[in-house]
């Protein structure tokens, strides 16, 4: 089992990783506090709350330029993302901070025949610039709705920035847009360390470019390692796998696929283009409820049922006329909410997770579905947690979404997210009409690439991921140490995970468990030889103290809705199973010693 130190990678020397480590309770005490001991170690951390160091660089170089002195940038895939950044600081920064604000956009020099190659890529980016005192508004956004820019898609456009291959674009563009193409591979080496001009970059003093020079520059750093023709193609396959209709290992080809095989959603009439891609779960949970604001009323608040991710709630929150929360996802939620309905109230949709997180709670999609049907809203159902590997909750939602830069892709180096339209709701058409005119393809092409070829064995993965889960659930569960432990298997909420398991599905890789004393869960977590760190669904085992992490402002509220500030969430790998058990049954071991890390 590797060792990680503070503030590395997780996995290790991975330029885009996922995660990063935080190897103690302490630690993550101290991430939580701003403390410099941590915050200084950090070379990574998860995408929406740690701003990538190669978008830092882009967004740096930009605000240099292009804002007053001691302005910051924010980077964005398009105009039209950046523009709803802008909106939304100024709709909530005081006047003379939302003043600030300026949107640029850089884009391809097509007028260079050189360049001809890469308009496939749309590479472009978009920036909001701003005052200081006007990032904190503006890191909400980013943070909330997942629309910030990949940082692949930074590093590959900063290189065009210095190369002078992009340049600032002042004219308005249509919102419509072609549907992005990208590489077939990405084979250069990747880092964090671009604070140094590319070596490649050709430019001259007074700012022109020699076309020979530049010719030669877009050959060697772009054109032999790049096929823009397979993006379309890893694109289709990630689709059929998330519909159901492409399982095993299948390498991408180019010729056209055929009609989408049967899948196993349940859900007749499904097409692959009933599913939507997104550069990251969140931002697919934030266009499905930018949608159905866009296709019923925008005056109707939502539902978020079930203990709340944080930034769920803050999309439904944030971005429309608010939420109600029923925070249990019990039956006596259900009778109130069905006692709401009964005496008047309307809602836009109910948003919830199955399972839940990080209680691994289940609710009633049945009866939900029926309250939806007779009281018309929508159900939007994330099943991140239990994958379309183990669950079928498509028939019950009028929208799924996803993920997948979890189990999905597993290798903990890309991010991802899907939503899929239901052809049974009752809002599937209007819900494609709006995608028609609003949906924007910003899922990086490199990003794709990545996520595709993670993503060929997903199947294969998830029945290790499932047995290796039981036997730990096993282990914590006959320890007197352990108070409570949380996983499908046995939660009290069993039958609704049963009334969605598919015949061949297990119960997920996701559990938590909580200590008689918080004691003895500090030293399990710091002796516990596994990665630790932020994020889930990873191929090897990731351990966090979840709780302390997500709600660390507000661990009272949580405790209200019975989930304990000192839980530990394990996140189960395909490590082998005699192996991992082993490396539980140690840690116990150190925490009935109590043995604590400094």
């Known amino acids: 089992m590797p060792s990680f130190v503070l503030g590395e990678s997780i996995p290790p020397d991975t330029a885009h990783a996922v995660s990063v480590s935080l190897p103690t309770w302490k630690s993550n ?97 978009s920036a909001v610039l701003f005052s200081p005192e006007a990032f904190p508004f503006a890191k909400q956004y980013w943070q909330h709705t997942g629309d910030g820019v990949s940082s692949r898609r930074a590093e590959f456009c900063h290189d065009l920035y210095r190369a002078g291959i992009l340049r600032l674009d002042l004219e308005p563009k249509s919102p419509a847009q072609k549907p992005c193409r990208g590489p ?68 991408l080809s180019k010729s056209p696929q055929p009609e989408i095989e049967p899948n196993t959603r349940g859900v007749v009439n499904l097409r692959e283009e009933d599913v939507y891609l ?105 099943e991140t947690i239990g994958t379309f590997a183990n669950v079928n909750v498509l028939p019950f939602a009028d929208v799924v979404v996803s993920s997948l830069t979890k189990i999905f892709s597993g290798d903990c180096n890309v991010m991802g997210g899907s939503a899929i339209f239901n052809p049974q709701g009752r809002y599937y058409n209007a819900l494609k009409d709006f995608a028609r005119r609003e949906f924007e393809d910003t899922y990086w092409a490199e990003d794709v690439i990545f996520m595709e070829r993670n993503s060929r064995d997903f199947a294969s993965r998830i029945d290790r991921v499932n047995a290796n889960a039981e036997a730990i659930c096993d282990v914590l569960r006959s320890n007197p140490l352990i108070k409570s432990v949380f996983y499908p298997k046995f939660s009290e909420s069993k039958e609704n995970y049963e009334v969605c398991r598919l015949p061949e ?27 630790k760190g932020p994020s889930l669904g990873t191929n090897f085992t990731l351990t966090s103290p979840y709780v302390l992490l997500a709600h660390y402002q507000e661990l009272e509220w949580a405790a209200s809705f019975g989930v304990d500030p000192d839980l530990i969430r394990i996140s189960v790998g395909l490590e082998d199973t005699e192996h991992i058990v082993g490396v539980f049954r140690s840690a116990l071991k150190a925490a009935e010693n109590g043995l604590l890390r400094n």
Request: aromatic content about 10%.
């Open 184 to 251: 077939r591979r990405y084979q250069r080496p990747s880092s964090v360390d671009v604070g140094k001009p590319s070596d490649n970059a050709v430019t001259n003093g007074g700012g022109g470019r020699d076309t020979q020079e530049t010719s030669r520059f877009l050959e060697e750093r772009f054109g032999r390692n790049l096929d823009v023709s397979f993006v379309e193609p890893a694109k289709s396959a990630i689709r059929r796998r998330i519909a159901g209709a492409l399982r095993g290992n299948h390498e």
């Open 278 to 382: 997104f550069p990251c779960g969140m931002n697919a949970i934030y266009n499905a409820h930018r949608a159905l604001l866009g296709v019923r009323s925008s005056n109707l608040k939502s539902i978020n049922f079930g203990f709340p991710y944080v930034d769920t709630l803050k999309i439904l929150e944030k971005f429309g006329p608010g939420c109600v929360l029923f925070g249990h996802a019990s039956e006596s939620d259900l009778d109130e909410l069905e006692s709401r309905l009964e005496a008047g109230d309307r809602f836009l949709a109910l948003f919830c997770e199955f399972p839940g997180n990080p209680l691994l709670t289940c609710p009633n999609l049945t009866r939900i579905r029926k309250l939806a049907d007779t009281y018309d809203f929508a159900v939007v159902v994330d």
């Open 505 to 531: 599905g297990g119960y997920g890789g996701l559990l938590s468990v909580i200590f008689h004393d918080r004691t003895h869960a500090m030293a399990f977590y710091d002796a516990i030889e596994t990665a």
């Open 29 to 125: 005490v101290g991430y939580e506090e701003g403390e410099d001991w941590v915050m200084n170690r950090l070379t990574t951390g998860y995408p929406r709350f740690f701003i990538h160091r190669s978008i830092q660089a882009f967004a740096s170089e930009l605000a240099e330029k292009y804002g007053s002195s001691g302005y910051k940038a924010m980077l964005f895939p398009t105009r039209q993302v950046a523009e709803r950044c802008a909106t939304f600081v100024r709709t909530r920064a005081p006047p003379d901070v939302s003043s600030s604000l300026s949107v640029m956009h850089l884009t391809l020099d097509t007028t260079d025949p050189t360049t001809k190659a890469l308009e496939l890529f749309c590479p472009a980016i």
